[in-house]
């Protein structure tokens, strides 16, 4: 498989990064497209509600006998027939989500990143280190990793402060710790700029993912 660049905060190259072919080999859009309807799934409100026979206002009393009266018989006022009555069979608050096999979620990973180096988007750091939480000098730093609409920082488990401050208040621009990326925040965002120790991580994870499963195969 080919190499990445590797470049610093100035765009200049510092070294490089031999990619696995079975982490960046193929892209599988069915499989991507689970992904993401189970994340967005996953992350739905679920919290419309409608108000049954038991819930509308209204007295519980027989508005008239039974019979002997001509008209249709009728046991409450909250009767679903009527008007102002109570809903029946209407949605109700519940959750979305279900469960996502882990392997599916891998090779969705795996696709999505194949996705942004194919597209020319995918850029790697040796490091996001910043001397100081300066929004602005951040914003200078990801115009010379030519980042012009959106992007996704991928940095390790142990973000520095620094970092979080500066990338925080700056529009279009989420940080993600490498254990946390899904394949929809690549997908979501135009670049995705990822620190060299994140990638070396993941990409061991899910090269070790797929060796797997070539062997159960």
């Not at 190259?13 to 799934?41: D, Q, T």
């Not at 394949?183 to 994140?198: N, V």
């Amino acid at each position: 498989m080919a190499n990445i660049d590797v470049v610093d905060l100035n765009g200049k190259k510092v070294g490089s990064f031999e990619l696995a072919e079975e982490v960046f080999g193929s892209i599988n859009e069915a499989l991507l497209w689970e992904a993401v309807k189970h994340y967005r799934s996953a992350h739905r409100a679920g919290t419309h509600a409608t108000k049954n026979k038991k819930l509308v206002s209204g007295a519980g009393k027989k508005l008239w006998k039974q019979k002997g009266t001509g008209r249709a018989r009728v046991g409450s006022i909250r009767s679903p027939l009527w008007r102002h009555g109570g809903t029946v069979h209407g949605p109700q608050p519940r959750s979305y989500d279900y469960q996502f096999p882990r392997k599916k979620l891998q090779g969705a990973l795996r696709s999505a990143l194949a996705s942004k180096l194919a597209d020319g988007k995918l850029t790697v750091v040796e490091s996001f280190e910043v001397k100081e939480a300066k929004t602005k000098a951040f914003r200078a730093a990801l115009d010379k990793l030519n980042v012009e609409k959106t992007a996704l920082l991928v940095d390790s488990a142990k973000q520095s402060k620094s970092l979080q401050l500066s990338s925080r208040n700056l529009k279009g621009v989420e940080l993600v710790a490498g254990n946390q990326v899904h394949p929809y925040h690549l997908l979501r965002y135009d670049r995705a700029i990822f620190s060299l120790p994140a990638i070396e991580k993941l990409q061991a994870t899910l090269k070790g993912a797929a060796s797997r499963k070539a062997e159960v195969a």
